[in-house]
Antibody
């Protein structure tokens, strides 16, 4: 069974750094793109970017380019989403989700359970 | 970016009745090279992550009940729930994957009983 398990909820202060994770199982990690999607409180879904673990090819939405960094650790089948300096507006639930193959511009499924990030002073 | 517009924002449907959700893209998302529409539909129940229902506009994901169907082409698409069940109460999103680098979602449609 394909599973994506995300790290737990985080509460941070503005200006702090944060890295959340998405650990996969049930398939060959390096064969499928993984994307990250933001959902702000009470709002819709926004694609942030995707990474291909096979060669770390990473594509970002222009809206998120330079704001976050997506990376992977192939040795442990885990993808990461990193902020160097959080803002209050980064408060949201963040989902990782697998694409159907070796092309980043596709649909997403299955999804991780989500990680709630709260940024508040 | 391609803008995805869903309508209505919400709708109330009686159990066993049909629910119809519309999704319009700001430009055609049909690729003539493979005759495919680059559109997916998702279901998100309260407190849960989204779940893939349909891709290529009309291909049902494995395990999705056949009361869910997708139709449309070009820039106009529809998700139909033929006979609404209580467990179908959720927000539904469309997503285009025609235009890169940005993959974009519609604003969502809330289905209630």
């Amino acid at each position: 069974e394909v599973q994506l398990v995300q790290s737990g909820a985080e509460v941070k202060q503005p200006g702090e750094s944060l890295k959340i994770s998405c650990r996969v199982s049930g398939y060959i990690f390096t064969d499928y793109y993984i994307g990250w999607v933001r959902q702000m409180p009470g709002k819709g879904l926004e694609w942030m970017g995707s990474i291909y673990p096979g060669d770390s090819d990473t594509r970002y939405s222009p809206s998120f380019q330079g704001q976050v960094t997506i990376s992977v650790d192939k040795s442990i089948g885990t993808a990461y989403l990193h902020w160097s300096s959080l803002k209050a507006s980064d408060t949201a639930v963040y989902y990782c989700a697998r694409s159907p193959g070796a092309h980043y511009g596709d649909w997403f499924g299955p999804w991780g359970q989500g990680t709630l990030v709260t940024v508040s002073s | 970016d391609i803008v995805m517009t869903q309508s209505p924002d919400s709708l109330a449907v009686s159990l066993g009745e049909r629910a119809t959700i519309n999704c319009k893209s700001s430009q055609s998302i049909f690729h003539s090279s493979n005759n495919k529409n680059y559109l997916a539909w998702y279901q998100q129940k309260p407190g849960q992550p989204p779940k893939l229902l349909i891709y290529w506009a009309s291909t049902r994901e494995s395990g999705v009940p056949d009361r869910f169907s997708g139709s449309g082409s070009g820039a106009d698409f529809t998700l139909t729930i033929s006979s609404l069940q209580a467990e179908d109460v959720a927000v539904y999103y469309c997503q285009q994957y025609y235009s890169t680098p940005s993959l974009t979602f519609g604003g969502g449609t809330k289905v209630e009983i």
